[in-house]
């Protein structure tokens, strides 16, 4: 049996077998693929129905997608894999662990609008001092703001959990959870989607935790952001089409908002070759945005979590066991 | 009655009066004095005993300060105040509410070393988006990482609270509440000052939070930062001289430690004039030192926070009412 490492995944091969016994390291042979072989078809013959493929995307433009015994997204979007074109037969699995990094950045994105310790460092010098020192200005704090999370999932809540620990208030929208309450006993409200611009309007964060579906797709739009007003910040942290991409830029342009972090984008790059920009508009030359490369969940320990979950799974499928995060069963 | 307001705290007249009734308004006469007035008896003449002075400094180089009602200092160190040479008969008050703010600072500091949102910013622009997503290097996460706090009052327990929520493990070193069972259930251990180097041993991040005393300066020297070792990160947002200057420099320019976050000098200056550096040695060349002009509890909603008790405590001298932080009583 082989396991194929697609693109990035051939990066952590060390991290999937330091999760595996020396049983399952000979029963198995590991292979990297490129990239590309996630949309196209050319590697495709070297995939045998015995075979695992670890890979984020897996994509061939509605044309079928190879045999194989299991599918492992080594993430928790199943947006990069066209579900309709995977046989049945293939069991498809995702990980998570991700909950911890990107909360962790959500954290220090909010705090860095409040305190700016990359402003307070700069023009700090010996000389500087006696005139720094005197003449300090006073920064903000995230005690006691509003912080409202647009999806209560495993990242909602796991941003609302360390936000209320420094004593923000909590809101949060999502479809499911609404007007129930808070399994974690956080949140002040949870509301549904339909009151978003309602509680935008009293928040001064507004995270995205949502995934990117039919519904969620443009739903922070003109009306949310004048809501959220021009004291207001949006963290995107899960996929960039949840906010519309016309309206965000002129809202950050024209000062209806106070700003974003944008770490999610509207164009990925496909191929090795591909120069796509992440976004048709120029967010990154606005000085109210604080753009960074879908890095927020990017960490040494997210990676080690992630393929010990992976290796887990490869283990329990070859004994019969049951499987971590198994998205659909196998016909 | 006049309430004098020396040097920074003049900047601060609003904050008073916000949170004073027109009764006691009308009661009182605000009065700005220069910085100078702490440290030279020229404006001294102004003050009479009926007065209420409001200063973080107040010091005559050992001769006696002016007798006033209360010495009321807008923050929580008494450092800058002559205690010796003020008249038994002036009533003494601090202030708090800094242990938000600082917690705050502390927690974005700690995050800014695993994630470095800055570095992350830096070199994303739209046209090397693709190579950069390709190429994504790692962070880290505090997530499991050790927290050692020295100090386990106010503000080490704010910094506690919040590390726990992002699920840091705590230690703390503290002279009272040592081998006692933590107030707010957070800390793994809590350790007497003579542990100080073993425990620093198990940390990632040494945060500095006692007061400066006799036995607390210098407490952090060659032998302690040696334990914490080439992984950990020094945060001083307490006093300066408590981490010893000379080992604190040659430790970071060694790489005996990971880095620092200096908030606080070993130098301040006096008066207007004084172009004193904050420190001999040059921190703020070395490339993990990030060092900020002591700033970390100073936020708009501290100011807010402490004239606000201030105000209640004039209000309350002068109907005879109990005060809040009353450091000692007139005789």
Same mark, same amino acid.
């Given at each position: 049996?082989?396991?194929?490492?697609?693109?990035?995944?051939?990066?952590h091969?060390?991290?999937?077998?330091?999760?595996?016994?020396?049983h399952?390291?000979?029963?198995?042979?590991?292979?990297?693929?490129?990239? $590309?072989?996630? +949309?196209?078809?050319?590697?495709?013959?070297?995939? *045998?129905?015995?075979?695992?493929?670890?890979? !984020?995307?897996?994509?061939?433009?509605?044309a079928?997608?190879?045999?194989?015994?299991?599918?492992?997204?080594?993430?928790?979007g199943?947006?990069?894999? &066209?579900?309709?074109?995977?046989?049945?037969?293939?069991v498809?699995?995702?990980?998570?662990? +991700?909950?911890?990094?990107?909360a962790?950045?959500?954290?220090?994105?909010?705090?860095?609008? $409040?305190?700016?310790?990359?402003?307070?460092?700069?023009?700090?010098?010996?000389?500087?001092?006696?005139d720094?020192y005197r $003449?300090?200005?006073?920064?903000? $704090?995230i005690?006691?703001?509003?912080?409202?999370?647009?999806?209560?999932?495993?990242?909602?809540?796991?941003?609302?959990?360390?936000?209320?620990?420094?004593?923000?208030?909590?809101?949060?929208v999502?479809?499911?959870? *609404?007007?129930?309450? &808070?399994?974690?006993?956080?949140?002040?409200?949870?509301?549904?989607?339909?009151?978003?611009?309602?509680?935008?309007?009293?928040?001064d964060?507004?995270?995205?935790?949502?995934?990117?579906?039919?519904?969620?797709?443009?739903?922070?739009?003109?009306t949310?952001l004048?809501?959220?007003?021009?004291?207001?910040?949006?963290?995107?942290?899960?996929?960039?089409?949840?906010?519309?991409?016309?309206?965000?830029?002129?809202?950050l342009?024209?000062?209806?908002i106070?700003?974003?972090?944008? &770490?999610?984008?509207?164009?990925?790059?496909?191929g090795?070759?591909?120069?796509?920009?992440?976004?048709?508009?120029?967010? +990154?030359?606005?000085?109210?945005?604080?753009?960074?490369?879908?890095?927020?969940?990017?960490?040494?320990? !997210?990676?080690?979590?992630?393929?010990?979950?992976?290796? *887990?799974?490869?283990a *329990?499928?070859?004994?019969?066991?049951?499987?971590?995060?198994?998205?659909?069963?196998?016909?």
């Amino acid at each position: 049996m082989r396991v194929f490492l697609v693109g990035e995944a051939s990066t952590h091969r060390d991290d999937l077998t330091a999760g595996m016994d020396t049983h399952l390291r000979d029963r198995i042979e590991i292979v990297d693929l490129p990239r $590309e072989a996630a +949309h196209d078809s050319v590697h495709d013959h070297l995939i *045998a129905p015995d075979d695992i493929v670890v890979s !984020l995307r897996m994509n061939r433009g509605g044309a079928p997608l190879p045999r194989m015994r299991m599918l492992h997204v080594p993430g928790a979007g199943l947006d990069g894999i &066209d579900l309709k074109a995977l046989d049945p037969d293939v069991v498809l699995c995702n990980v998570f662990e +991700h909950e911890i990094p990107i909360a962790e950045f959500t954290l220090a994105s909010m705090l860095e609008w $409040e305190i700016d310790l990359a402003g307070m460092k700069r023009g700090f010098t010996p000389e500087t001092w006696p005139d720094i020192y005197r $003449e300090r200005v006073p920064h903000g $704090e995230i005690h006691g703001k509003v912080l409202l999370v647009l999806g209560y999932g495993r990242i909602g809540q796991a941003v609302a959990a360390r936000a209320a620990a420094f004593g923000m208030v909590v809101l949060a929208v999502d479809p499911m959870l *609404a007007d129930k309450a &808070d399994p974690q006993n956080v949140a002040a409200e949870i509301a549904p989607p339909a009151r978003l611009a309602e509680l935008a309007a009293r928040a001064d964060y507004l995270v995205v935790t949502c995934p990117l579906t039919e519904s969620s797709r443009g739903s922070i739009g003109r009306t949310v952001l004048k809501a959220l007003g021009s004291e207001g910040v949006v963290i995107n942290v899960s996929r960039a089409e949840i906010v519309d991409e016309d309206d965000l830029y002129v809202a950050l342009t024209a000062g209806t908002i106070r700003g974003a972090n944008l &770490d999610v984008w509207y164009r990925y790059p496909k191929g090795s070759d591909d120069r796509v920009t992440p976004s048709q508009h120029d967010f +990154h030359a606005l000085p109210n945005v604080r753009a960074t490369p879908h890095s927020s969940a990017w960490t040494r320990e !997210l990676s080690h979590r992630r393929y010990a979950v992976i290796a *887990a799974n490869i283990a *329990a499928l070859i004994r019969g066991e049951p499987l971590r995060n198994q998205v659909r069963t196998a016909r």
